[in-house]
């Protein structure tokens, strides 16, 4: 009984987060059209609700082409294991019902981010085209630098907590929340974030002016479908990690899925706002801004655990 209850509970949670995706492309479409001083998506049913479903319709029953020179297995297959990778990682969600609740969650995240990078790699290369694998190298460059940053800052909250389960924050930030004490890191952690999910201004993998469309030129349809829905499940989850370990983790309040939202909203709002990055600048952001602050921080967030045991 238990393990079916996992699996319906599972497939529950899948299908909310891609609900959660395909409103979270309605909601940036619109934010857009605002900023731009345009209209949004408003045709498709009321006020555009539809349109979600509307595109994903279209692009799977869309005629799937593929390059006659790709590496077929590894082409068709990065896409799918992509969005699989998207969507496990949210297994370590702190539920109020403690469904998955394990203690190296954090650990399970930094392994899944780790390997979503491959599937990137994978498809840039495996298309047999120069723009797709310039992309891929990009994604692989960019998502390692930060990485590091990620890591280290991650770190830093796993020696003041002294867990590595999700569920922990909430008891230390029952008083103040961790962006008051730690804002620095909050705004070094969302920039990685940024990088870590190829969004605006850090979406070198996807350089349209550059790259015609990066490591996904290739791709149509489902597949093209797929690496877009693992990229807005990975929005979504960052937004939710950013709430667990700086906003209160109060997962079981309605104010959670506010903050969440609002976190998501502020991905759309640097999209609309800011350009693309110099390559050069990226790189020098991630190793001579970040990876100093979040080690200081570290070294600091150690001695505080060493001294808080001393005494």
Avoid: H
Avoid at 44 to 54: D, H, K, L, N, Y
Avoid at 252 to 257: E, T
């Amino acid at each position: 009984m238990d393990v079916l209850l996992s699996l319906i509970s599972s497939i529950l949670l899948i299908i909310c987060v891609l609900i959660g995706v395909a409103f979270l492309t309605l909601l940036e479409r619109s934010v857009l059209g605002y900023i731009q001083i345009r209209k949004g998506p408003n045709k498709v049913g009321f006020v555009g609700i539809p349109q979600p479903f509307a595109d994903a319709i279209k692009l799977f029953t869309k005629e799937q082409t593929y390059p006659s020179l790709s590496n077929y297995f590894l082409y068709y297959f990065s896409p799918v294991i992509g969005l699989f990778l998207a969507l496990l990682v949210w297994i370590i969600y702190p539920y109020l019902t403690s469904l998955y609740s394990f203690n190296y969650g954090f650990l399970f995240f930094l392994c899944c981010t780790s390997m979503g990078v491959y599937t990137v790699m994978v498809a840039g290369w495996s298309s047999n085209s120069n723009y797709a694998l310039l992309g891929g190298l990009r994604a692989v460059a960019q998502t390692i630098s930060y990485e590091v940053s990620l890591a280290l800052v991650l770190f830093s909250f796993i020696f003041l907590v002294d867990s590595y389960n999700l569920g922990m924050f909430f008891l230390y930030q029952e008083n103040v929340w961790f962006l008051i004490i730690t804002f620095p890191l909050a705004l070094a952690w969302f920039a990685s974030c940024l990088a870590e999910t190829n969004r605006t201004p850090f979406d070198f993998a996807e350089g349209e002016s550059e790259l015609v469309s990066g490591f996904n030129v290739e791709y149509s349809s489902g597949g093209f479908a797929l690496i877009f829905l693992a990229e807005y499940a990975s929005i979504l989850f960052m937004s939710m990690l950013f709430c667990v370990i700086f906003l209160g983790c109060d997962v079981d309040s309605f104010m959670f899925f506010v903050k969440l939202t609002f976190i998501s909203f502020m991905f759309i709002w640097v999209r609309g706002t800011l350009p693309r990055f110099r390559y050069d600048k990226l790189m020098y952001l991630a190793w001579k801004s970040f990876l100093p602050l979040s080690l200081n921080y570290l070294f600091f967030f150690v001695g505080l655990s060493i001294l808080f045991l001393s005494l």
